[in-house]
């Protein structure tokens, strides 16, 4: 399931995020959603959330 959409995306699930220092590599860190970051309802390059261990980015897979 993509990212891009706010209404995918709920508090404690498993997801893919890339961070900000990532976006030129891709490289995707693994977390469980914490907050959801993106008031809007849809951003094409995926929903910024706060992932429990305090990591911020946009998310690029949705795992569970």
């Not at 860190?29 to 429990?52: C, F, M, P, Q, W």
């Amino acid at each position: 399931m993509s990212g891009t959409k706010r209404e995918n995306i709920k508090q404690g699930m498993k997801v893919q995020v890339v961070q900000k220092q990532d976006q030129r590599s891709g490289k995707l860190t693994e977390g469980v959603v914490k907050d959801i970051l993106t008031n809007s309802a849809t951003h094409h390059h995926g929903i910024k959330v706060r992932l429990e261990g305090g990591i911020v980015g946009r998310v690029k897979e949705i795992l569970e």
